[in-house]
């Protein structure tokens, strides 16, 4: 069935360095990626998405790579700062006009040192 | 433009009992999709509703149940409540099911004893 794989679990770097999330989905129809950020005792926050037209996409210090081939995408954060500190969920969607539905990772928790 | 909001943000309940949670989505949006968080399950999709039908749902028993009104504004319901229901549950609204952009609320903490 459909399924993301996400690595690390656990990351921490040192304010400055970047951070790299990598996950792995299995339905190769999916088309649609967004990554959320979490942070303690609040609801997932959209912070970038791509979709599967699209190879990279970048905001600011914030920047999504998708290999369509390998069937993998990851989260690149650059010049990390402490109040980047939460975890990091990717996940997959089908595009349709009968579904939104999200096929999430377990979560990379994010620390970064001051 | 207000956010989602999602009550009651905590909820106490007991094995047996049951609940009704309620989600109000961004305004202009209709579909509201529905998501229990656990420590161990992660992330899991309940159901989504646009247009007042439910047009997906999750692998979850048939004791999670949910509707939407014509106001968009959705609840979930669980009944004969398990210690295993306890989770933050999330809502997310998007302005339509194909427009996958999902914004979501705080969420609700169940806890059942």
């Known amino acids: 069935g459909e399924n993301v794989e996400q690595h690390p679990s656990t990351l921490s770097v040192q304010e400055g360095d970047s951070a790299v999330i990598k996950c792995t989905y299995s339905?190769?129809?999916?088309?649609?990626f967004p990554w959320y950020k979490q942070e303690l005792g609040k609801g997932p926050q959209l912070i970038i998405d791509?979709?599967?037209?699209?190879g990279e996409k970048k905001d600011q210090r914030i920047a999504v790579t998708l290999n369509k081939t390998a069937k993998h995408f990851s989260l690149h954060i650059t010049e990390t700062q402490p109040e980047d500190s939460a975890v990091y969920f990717c996940?997959?969607?089908?595009?349709?006009?009968?579904?939104?539905?999200?096929?999430f990772g377990q979560g990379t928790t994010l620390q970064v040192k001051p | 433009k207000a956010g989602v909001t999602q009550t009651p943000r905590y909820l106490i309940k007991t094995r047996g009992q049951q609940v009704t949670l309620s989600c109000s989505p961004i305004?202009?949006?209709?579909?509201v999709s529905w998501y229990q968080q656990t420590p161990g399950q992660g992330l899991q999709f309940l159901f989504e509703?646009?247009?007042?039908?439910?047009?997906n749902k999750g692998n979850f028993p048939g004791r999670f149940s949910g509707r939407q009104f014509s106001n968009s504004r959705s609840e979930m319901n669980v009944s004969t409540l398990e210690l295993g229901d306890s989770a933050l549950y999330l809502c997310?609204?998007?302005?339509?099911?194909?427009?996958?952009?999902?914004?979501f609320g705080p969420g609700t903490r169940l806890t059942v004893l």
């Open positions: 997310a609204s998007s302005l339509r099911i194909s427009y996958n952009e999902q914004f």
């Open positions: 339905d190769s129809a999916s088309n649609y």
């Open positions: 791509i979709r599967s037209n699209v």
């Open positions: 996940a997959a969607s089908i595009s349709s006009s009968n579904t939104g539905k999200l096929i």
């Open positions: 305004s202009g949006h209709r579909s």
């Open positions: 509703y646009f247009s007042e039908t439910q047009r």
